[in-house]
């Protein structure tokens, strides 16, 4: 697992496409960092935890995730 420090103005989706290449994957980022699910934009200097590409498989938004997301996932 590797980490990510944000940048000011950054969303989920963002991070995911930088980092998968699929802002799909947003749902397995935010997984892995359940403690930070009160962030829709980051400040600067957020460190989040990256699980490999190659353990995630792309997933529906599971139940617990803040209402925001879930929309994202239509």
Known sequence: MGKYITVSGQTW?????????DDHYCDRLMD???SLLEY???PAGVVL????????VRT????G???????LDG
């Open 32 to 34: 892995a960092n359940r």
């Open 13 to 21: 989706d963002q991070i995911a496409c930088e980092v998968y290449g």
């Open 49 to 56: 935890d990256v699980p490999d590409k190659n353990s995630l």
């Open 40 to 42: 829709f934009v980051f």
């Open 60 to 63: 529906r938004v599971p139940e």
């Open 65 to 71: 995730y803040p209402d925001w997301r879930a929309a």
